[in-house]
């Protein structure tokens, strides 16, 4: 007997656990088939372990940096199986918040692998039907990308799922990738007393990221010992006893103990069987959908990292939300995926909404750019973080002045906690008049974008 639900969703993370929240705070019965743990990739083997290490590297600074402000303290040094203990603590935590919330939300969650099959029925491995007589909703998610030559054997290739689980960290490294989550492993590392190199096949790290701010975290990236190497070509690697030696296409090699492979996440839709359903996959793998997370099969959804948006756990909260709003028929507004907010917890850390300056100038904008250091905000100099800064970019409007901003950009302490307000004018569209009449409390890191800000009215107070 098949069991009937209003939305059956086919994977308990991000984009599918808020799905099943938001669906059932609507009043909708939801079922979730989840063939490992609720919360996903982000709870268990991303977001949240990979900031909580981070917090490890940021302690210890803090500690190594102690005795500048006058606090007497030994020197720090690391036990990761401590820090491994701590991440699970709160990971584990969390996990348990989840699963209560879901329970209380009356949400059914079923364990195993669920393929979809026609007429809204998920068919999972242990036998059970379920039917979402409204919706499907595809939330499978994705795995780390992986590189031929590079077979992933846990002791010299590791991927994000294998760092995350470590309890001992390597002597060296070499992260292959200098993406986001590449140049948080290497800063982390790196921070805690790990030989770092990044080997990136692109003319720069963080591709994506306004040139000013990506300069700023490879100067302190190489200032911090990191060997950051850019246009690198990967030939393989051989390993030899403890360590492994690394052949790049310009015939130098690099000998480490590990090899930290991320070059990006493949998303899973193999998982769910769509062979057959009429659900389009292209040729990477993702699931094909409109601005409203439609498949184009009557009913059935996909949302996360399983179609071709940025791979962000805040973009599958937001998608979830417009598909089950589509599927309650309330109007939803699709969500504007160049204006999503980015933030990369590495130090220093970055985080950016909108177009960079490059990108504005390529879409054939006129702009009006203005930057401020945090080298002359008061609280950036009393944290001793006075390393970044603030830059935003608005068109030019009509009279020759700034109007609408169409990018904000950061890099430098605690920017992941301030982009908010910038995310908000982006979206905003707002002008540097309207944004500029908003106080930032004194002393606080806030100041620097309302500077920048006020800078590009002609009138700024402090430069
Ligand atoms: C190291 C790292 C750091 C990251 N840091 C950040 C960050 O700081 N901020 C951020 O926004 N994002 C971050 N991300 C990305 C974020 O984790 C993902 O964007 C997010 O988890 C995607 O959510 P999702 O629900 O689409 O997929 P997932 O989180 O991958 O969840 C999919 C779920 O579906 C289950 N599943 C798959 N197939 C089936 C099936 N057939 N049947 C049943 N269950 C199935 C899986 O077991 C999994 O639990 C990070 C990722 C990594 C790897």
Same mark, same amino acid.
């Given at each position: 007997?098949?069991?009937?639900?209003?939305?059956?969703?086919?994977?308990?993370?991000?984009?599918?656990?808020?799905?099943?929240?938001?669906? !059932? =705070?609507? &009043?909708?019965?939801?079922? $979730? /088939?989840?063939?490992?743990?609720? @919360?996903?990739?982000? %709870?268990?083997? *991303?977001?949240?372990?990979?900031?909580?290490?981070?917090?490890?590297?940021?302690?210890?600074?803090?500690?190594?940096?102690?005795?500048?402000?006058?606090?007497?303290?030994?020197?720090?040094?690391?036990?990761?199986? !401590? =820090?491994? &203990?701590?991440?699970?603590? $709160? /990971?584990?935590?969390?996990?348990? @918040?989840?699963?209560? %919330?879901?329970? *209380?939300?009356?949400?059914?969650?079923?364990?195993?692998?669920?393929?979809?099959?026609?007429?809204?029925?998920?068919?999972?491995?242990?036998?059970?039907?379920?039917?979402?007589?409204?919706?499907?909703?595809?939330?499978?998610?994705?795995?780390?990308?992986?590189?031929?030559?590079?077979?992933?054997?846990?002791?010299?290739?590791?991927?994000?799922?294998?760092?995350?689980?470590?309890?001992?960290?390597?002597?060296?490294?070499?992260?292959?990738?200098?993406?986001?989550?590449?140049?948080?492993?290497?800063?982390?590392?790196?921070?805690?007393?790990?030989?770092?190199?990044?080997?990136?096949?692109?003319?720069?790290?963080?591709?994506?990221?306004?040139?000013?701010?990506?300069?700023?975290?490879?100067?302190?990236?190489?200032?911090?010992?990191?060997?950051?190497?850019?246009?690198?070509?990967?030939?393989?690697?051989?390993?030899?006893?403890?360590?492994?030696?690394?052949?790049?296409?310009?015939?130098?090699?690099?000998?480490?103990?590990?090899?930290?492979?991320?070059?990006?996440?493949?998303?899973?839709?193999?998982?769910?069987?769509?062979?057959?359903?009429?659900?389009?996959?292209?040729?990477?793998?993702?699931?094909?959908?409109?601005?409203?997370?439609?498949?184009?099969?009557?009913?059935?959804?996909?949302?996360?990292?399983?179609?071709?948006?940025?791979?962000?756990?805040?973009?599958?909260?937001?998608?979830?939300?417009?598909?089950?709003?589509?599927?309650?028929?309330?109007?939803?507004?699709?969500?504007?995926?160049?204006?999503?907010?980015?933030?990369?917890?590495?130090?220093?850390?970055?985080?950016?909404?909108?177009?960079?300056?490059?990108?504005?100038?390529?879409?054939?904008?006129?702009?009006?750019?203005?930057?401020?250091?945090?080298?002359?905000?008061?609280?950036?100099?009393?944290?001793?973080?006075?390393?970044?800064?603030?830059?935003?970019?608005?068109?030019?409007?009509?009279?020759?002045?700034?109007?609408?901003?169409?990018?904000?950009?950061?890099?430098?302490?605690?920017?992941?906690?301030?982009?908010?307000?910038?995310?908000?004018?982006?979206?905003?569209?707002?002008?540097?008049?309207?944004?500029?009449?908003?106080?930032?409390?004194?002393?606080?890191?806030?100041?620097?974008?309302?500077?920048?800000?006020?800078?590009?009215?002609?009138?700024?107070?402090?430069?």
């Amino acid at each position: 007997m098949a069991e009937e639900f209003d939305v059956v969703v086919i994977g308990g993370g991000p984009g599918g656990y808020a799905a099943a929240l938001y669906g !059932a =705070a609507a &009043g909708l019965r939801m079922a $979730v /088939v989840e063939k490992e743990k609720v @919360g996903g990739t982000c %709870l268990h083997r *991303g977001c949240i372990p990979a900031k909580q290490f981070l917090e490890t590297a940021t302690v210890f600074r803090t500690v190594a940096g102690a005795k500048e402000f006058g606090v007497v303290a030994d020197q720090p040094g690391v036990d990761f199986a !401590a =820090a491994q &203990g701590r991440k699970q603590k $709160v /990971v584990d935590q969390l996990w348990k @918040g989840l699963q209560s %919330l879901m329970k *209380g939300r009356k949400i059914t969650v079923v364990s195993g692998t669920g393929v979809l099959r026609p007429n809204r029925r998920v068919n999972v491995d242990d036998g059970t039907e379920l039917i979402g007589s409204k919706a499907v909703i595809l939330a499978s998610g994705s795995v780390p990308r992986t590189l031929p030559g590079f077979d992933v054997d846990g002791r010299f290739v590791l991927t994000s799922d294998e760092v995350l689980a470590l309890d001992k960290l390597p002597a060296s490294a070499a992260v292959v990738g200098g993406g986001a989550i590449g140049c948080e492993f290497a800063s982390m590392m790196s921070d805690l007393g790990v030989q770092v190199a990044i080997l990136e096949a692109l003319p720069k790290i963080l591709p994506g990221c306004d040139k000013d701010v990506a300069d700023v975290v490879v100067r302190s990236f190489k200032r911090r010992g990191i060997d950051v190497r850019t246009g690198v070509k990967l030939e393989g690697h051989e390993p030899s006893g403890e360590q492994t030696t690394v052949s790049l296409g310009d015939g130098s090699t690099l000998t480490v103990d590990a090899i930290v492979i991320s070059v990006g996440r493949r998303p899973l839709s193999d998982s769910l069987d769509l062979d057959g359903t009429g659900v389009v996959v292209d040729g990477k793998g993702f699931v094909q959908v409109d601005g409203h997370l439609r498949t184009g099969v009557d009913g059935v959804y996909a949302v996360g990292d399983l179609v071709d948006t940025p791979q962000l756990a805040h973009v599958g909260f937001a998608e979830a939300i417009v598909a089950v709003k589509d599927i309650l028929g309330e109007p939803a507004v699709a969500v504007d995926h160049a204006k999503v907010p980015w933030c990369i917890y590495c130090f220093p850390e970055v985080a950016f909404a909108g177009l960079s300056e490059q990108a504005a100038r390529d879409a054939g904008m006129d702009v009006v750019v203005s930057k401020h250091r945090f080298n002359s905000n008061s609280r950036a100099m009393i944290v001793g973080e006075a390393e970044g800064l603030v830059k935003v970019i608005a068109e030019r409007g009509p009279d020759g002045r700034a109007g609408s901003l169409v990018g904000v950009h950061m890099v430098g302490p605690w920017v992941t906690e301030q982009l908010a307000e910038g995310y908000l004018a982006v979206n905003w569209e707002a002008t540097p008049d309207e944004v500029s009449a908003y106080i930032h409390p004194h002393p606080t890191l806030s100041e620097t974008f309302g500077e920048t800000v006020l800078s590009l009215t002609g009138r700024g107070l402090h430069g």
